[in-house]
């Protein structure tokens, strides 16, 4: 396995994710464009550019970096975190019909509901990672 053809196809894409913070910050912030949803995508692209970046660059120079990229890598944890992630996508999705199907009667208002679904999706994804790492 080649490591550090991963490790640059990540930098490549930490590159990727700092210009598109930079080109919505400006679209935003400079040109009054969407200012909402563009300073939104700013925060979310700009300091996982960054960090990417820092850690791949740090991945480059040290290797007990590149062990840990290679274990991510590795056959067995690409299969459990495809899996986990099959996983947690359905019950997210008969979470949200669910909830959809009962929202009359439950009366939770929206921003709630968000609130909820954005803690419930990362929950069960890292659950099935965790649980599905002990079956295999």
């Known amino acids: 396995?080649?490591?550090?053809?991963?490790?640059?196809?990540?930098?490549?894409f930490s590159l990727i994710f700092i210009m598109i913070g930079i080109v919505a910050g400006i679209t935003g912030f400079i040109f009054d464009y969407q200012k909402g949803i563009m300073?939104?995508?700013t925060i979310g692209f700009l300091p996982t550019g960054i960090v990417m970046l820092v850690?791949?660059?740090y991945a480059l120079k040290k290797p007990?970096?590149?062990k840990n990229i290679e274990l991510e890598k590795?056959?067995?944890n690409i299969f459990i975190?495809?899996?986990a992630g099959y996983t947690a996508f359905?019950?997210?999705?008969f979470y949200i019909f669910i909830s959809i199907i009962l929202y009359n009667t439950i009366k939770i208002p929206f921003l709630h509901f968000l609130k909820i679904t954005?803690?419930?999706?990362?929950?069960?994804?890292?659950s099935l990672v965790i649980y599905y790492h002990k079956k295999y």
Not at 90 to 93: F, G, N, T
Not at 118 to 126: D, K, N, Q, R, W
Request: charged share 30%; hydrophobic share 40%.
């Open 90 to 93: 359905w019950l997210s999705y």
């Open 81 to 83: 975190n495809t899996k």
């Open 74 to 76: 590795e056959e067995r």
């Open 118 to 126: 954005i803690i419930f999706m990362p929950v069960a994804y890292f």
């Open 55 to 57: 850690l791949y660059k």
């Open 1 to 12: 396995m080649n490591v550090e053809k991963f490790i640059k196809k990540d930098i490549r």
């Open 64 to 66: 007990e970096m590149r």
């Open 39 to 41: 300073s939104g995508m």
